[in-house]
């Protein structure tokens, strides 16, 4: 069964531009999580969706933005890149409202702003 | 506000030397608490779930334990593959299911 899976794996970009991440929750999983994980601030929630809809959302500027799709995939955005946005983002799924906690993540996208 | 405490930040260990690592925190209900396991490189790897003090959990070496205000992670005799940063994170009976607030987390070296 395969896993969570996040593209890019990778990304560089300059100050003041955007972009969009993409994850790929497993198959069945209907709930995906957004987290932003730095040596500094550790992992901070960003968003959940569930069923297309955002059911909650964390302390982050609305530079940064999500979506999700009918088959689950999801996608979040960054406009107007700042080099504090340097990070791995983390996606995580999960089955079940009643499984708490069983949350799988995928590896992440390391972005880097310059 | 919630907050989530987690210590020591880093705890290096001989194989076979067992020891602890601790969780504090303050949730305005709790709903849940969680331990996850993360490899450099990695996504974090659940562990367990907890949701009442007095509540124990185990896996292989690991043992986790709940109390009003702390949860505690056993590593009975370590091993080298035990060596990862080890995440605690707290869910509020008011929040959705998928919104988890992490700890800064403990990294585990295990030496031969």
């Known amino acids: 069964k395969a896993g969570v899976t996040q593209t890019p794996r990778y990304l560089i970009k300059t100050r003041g531009q955007q972009v969009t991440l993409s994850c790929s929750p497993i198959?069945?999983?209907?709930?995906v999580s957004w987290y932003q994980q730095t040596p500094g601030q550790g992992l901070q929630f960003l968003f959940e969706?569930?069923?297309?809809?955002?059911?909650n959302k964390g302390n982050f500027p609305g530079r940064f933005s999500g979506r999700q799709f009918s088959n689950s995939r999801s996608e979040m955005n960054v406009s107007t890149l700042e080099l504090g946005d340097s990070a791995l983002y983390l996606c995580?799924?999960?089955?079940?409202?009643?499984?708490?906690?069983?949350?799988?993540f995928g590896p992440g996208t390391r972005l880097t702003v310059t | 506000e919630d907050q989530v405490t987690q210590s020591p930040e880093a705890l290096r260990l001989q194989e076979g030397e067992s020891s602890s690592l601790n969780c504090s925190y303050t949730?305005?209900?709790?709903?849940?608490l969680f331990w996850y396991r993360q490899d450099p490189g990695k996504g974090p790897e659940f562990l367990f779930t907890?949701?009442?003090a007095g509540e124990e959990k185990e896996k292989e070496r690991l043992k986790a334990t709940l109390t009003k205000k702390e949860s505690f992670l056993h590593i009975t005799a370590p091993k080298p593959e035990d060596s990862a940063t080890y995440l605690c994170?707290?869910?509020?009976?008011?929040?959705?299911?998928?919104?988890?607030?992490f700890g800064a987390g403990t990294q585990v070296v295990v030496t031969p």
């Open positions: 995580a799924s999960s089955l079940k409202w009643d499984r708490l906690g069983e949350q799988y």
């Open positions: 907890l949701y009442s």
């Open positions: 994170a707290v869910q509020a009976s008011r929040d959705s299911w998928g919104k988890f607030q």
């Open positions: 198959s069945g999983h209907r709930s």
């Open positions: 969706y569930f069923s297309e809809t955002q059911r």
């Open positions: 949730v305005s209900g709790l709903r849940g």
